[in-house]
């Protein structure tokens, strides 16, 4: 059942409080024969209960009204602070994941994989700022308590710009590069990490910037450079292209389609039935066979004992 107004009569004033308690009104039947008093006025506000949000201003300009003739009816006189529970914080992720991942599936940015290029000046994370609740009360006094909103721990780290409005951040990328979060901190690099093989999980690379990968680039994948590569594994019948060097630490395995392109120099530990074409120097640490080596600098074979 709902609340209902509660009503008080003190001579010929009503005082009426609102069914949620945050708002009073007032009304004065008409007499003709009788000033009324501020101190009549009080005493009957007082036997209502009303305590919180009375506007004085307002009662004065009410009884002027009164004690000149006007008709005073349902006036609101008093009112509390309404109860406002707040809102949490929220980031939602602008940027576009690698093939085969579904956003769905990751709950978090700390759970992103580590190989996300992104563009510059592209928006990669937008946050809502949470709003901080209001605790209520009444005009008779009652009031209602909410616990403070924690936020989200989120920042700006390197080549990251922030445009903050009233209740919304942008996070945006100052540069072409691949994007990192660390204890809290959004950043986005020069060169793009990737910790493991290059495969279906992967998938081909294409990159502003340099590529550093910790292990192998497996068969028919391609990685192209806008500036150096590195790999730490080997290069199995895949194509690599880069505008600076290229480096292969465990070597290239061609199997008759592996390619390597570099506007630079390459480096490898050894090769093997592959395509090489250099616009500088082809280093080799362990033997060459079955290849087409082209470059535009020195071809150097360095035995290693």
Do not use: W
């Not at 107004?5 to 003709?32: F, Q, R, V």
């Not at 003739?69 to 602008?94: H, Q, R, V």
């Amino acid at each position: 059942m709902a609340s209902e107004e509660l009503m008080t009569n003190y001579k010929n004033i009503t005082i009426t409080i609102s069914s949620d308690e945050y708002s009073a009104s007032l009304s004065i039947l008409p007499n003709n024969n009788e000033l009324l008093t501020l101190i009549e006025l009080g005493q009957a506000i007082k036997e209502s209960g009303v305590i919180v949000g009375i506007k004085r201003e307002i009662l004065l300009s009410l009884l002027d009204k009164y004690n000149k003739g006007e008709k005073i009816e349902n006036e609101i006189f008093a009112e509390g602070t309404l109860p406002f529970e707040g809102s949490k914080a929220d980031i939602l992720y602008k940027f576009i994941l690698p093939s085969g991942i579904d956003s769905n599936e990751i709950p978090s940015i700390c759970q992103l994989p580590s190989f996300i290029t992104v563009q510059q000046q592209q928006v990669l994370a937008v946050k809502i700022k949470p709003k901080q609740p209001i605790d209520g009360i009444t005009v008779t006094g009652k009031h209602t308590h909410f616990e403070p909103i924690e936020d989200i721990p989120f920042s700006p780290g390197k080549n990251i710009i922030k445009q903050e409005e009233e209740n919304i951040i942008y996070y945006k990328s100052a540069i072409d590069g691949s994007l990192s979060y660390e204890n809290d901190i959004l950043s986005v690099s020069p060169v793009l990490f990737i910790k493991e093989d290059v495969d279906a999980s992967v998938g081909n690379i294409q990159f502003k910037g340099d590529i550093h990968i910790g292990r192998d680039v497996l068969p028919d994948f391609s990685v192209e450079s806008s500036g150096k590569i590195c790999i730490e594994g080997s290069a199995d019948a895949c194509k690599l292209k880069a505008i600076e060097s290229i480096e292969v630490q465990a070597g290239i395995i061609g199997k008759n389609k592996g390619e390597a392109t570099s506007g630079d120099k390459i480096y490898s530990n050894f090769v093997e039935n592959s395509k090489l074409i250099a616009k500088s120097d082809i280093i080799i640490n362990n033997g060459i066979i079955g290849s087409d080596v082209r470059c535009g600098g020195k071809f150097v074979m360095l035995l290693s004992r």
